[in-house]
């Protein structure tokens, strides 16, 4: 079966849509960020450098073959559809990359922290997990390396060390909407671990969630496995996996007031606003207690 064509006109005006999108959303700043979308089996349109993704136009897209090499456009392609293209190499499914500098997102891939925990379950049933490739210079073969040797396969967003975030799909809004949801999980698991921590959902909770993507005719690149406990199906290559954190049982928040050595008295003690209330509270009972006794 032949593959589609989109049309040219229309993808210009889609990716100055979601350019102002992403920019709107503060994802990016000044001329960071790239959004590119494979018109057909040859062509790639793209955004160009050095132009905000605020203020693009769709006269400024360059279109660039395979190889890299302009075939249309006034402007100057970004070098890093290097890595764009890596992607369209890898993933003959994937028609769409954006990558971005979301603050959130960017902040756990420079604090060297992957977005796998199994907390929500919207994410897992659409997402999965986003794991944390190893860090890359930007516009060389490295910046794609580790995703490229591990994870392509699997995973349609990653967090990029020291970078930034990029998502695939098999069309440009697609990618984008990826791009929303790994920011917004990583928003809410940010609150989540100020607040104390994180309340894993359980292993059993991860297959049920897999099962539900049929459901809503979600097609994902690879099953899920949490903790690697899960084997993916007999017909999948073994090594193909998504991997969550997910806990044999349910209610992993686990009792914050234990510091992580207990034989460390000088370790830290985490409380939630409540735990610290209710401490409060019978330390106060206490103390009136003792005064009438």
């Given at each position: 079966m032949a593959e589609e064509i989109f049309n040219e006109r229309a993808?210009?005006?889609?990716i100055c849509d979601i350019g102002r999108r992403i920019w709107q959303r503060e994802y990016v700043a000044a001329n960071d960020g790239n959004i590119s979308v494979r018109l057909s089996e040859r062509e790639i349109l793209a955004t160009p450098t050095g132009v905000s993704k605020g203020f693009l136009t769709p006269d400024m897209m360059v279109v660039i073959d395979r190889q890299g090499n302009k075939l249309r456009g006034?402007?100057?392609?970004?070098?890093e559809l290097k890595m764009h293209r890596a992607f369209y190499d890898a993933r003959p499914d994937v028609r769409s990359v954006c990558h971005a500098h979301p603050i959130v997102a960017t902040g756990f891939a420079?604090?060297?922290i992957g977005l796998d925990r199994c907390t929500l379950?919207?994410?897992v049933i659409t997402l999965g997990s986003v794991p944390l490739a190893k860090y890359g210079v930007p516009g060389s073969d490295e910046l794609t390396q580790d995703i490229m040797e591990n994870y392509v396969k699997d995973f349609d967003a990653f967090l990029l060390a020291n970078h930034g975030v990029v998502t695939i799909g098999p069309t440009l809004m697609n990618a984008y909407y990826k791009m929303e949801t790994v920011e917004h999980f990583a928003k809410i698991s940010l609150v989540a671990r100020l607040l104390g921590g994180e309340n894993v959902l359980a292993r059993e909770e991860v297959t049920r969630l897999q099962e539900l993507r049929g459901?809503?005719?979600i097609t994902a690149p690879a099953p899920i496995c949490a903790d690697g406990s899960t084997a993916p199906p007999s017909d999948q290559d073994p090594a193909t996996c998504q991997i969550i954190q997910s806990p044999a049982s349910p209610g992993t928040g686990g009792a914050r007031l234990i510091p992580t050595d207990p034989t460390d008295l000088d370790g830290e003690i985490r409380l939630?606003?409540?735990?610290l209330t209710a401490l409060i509270e019978d330390a106060v009972k206490a103390l009136l207690g003792g005064q009438h006794g």
């Open positions: 993808m210009r005006e889609e006034h402007m100057k392609p970004s070098s420079v604090a060297g379950p919207e994410v459901t809503y005719g939630s606003y409540r735990e």
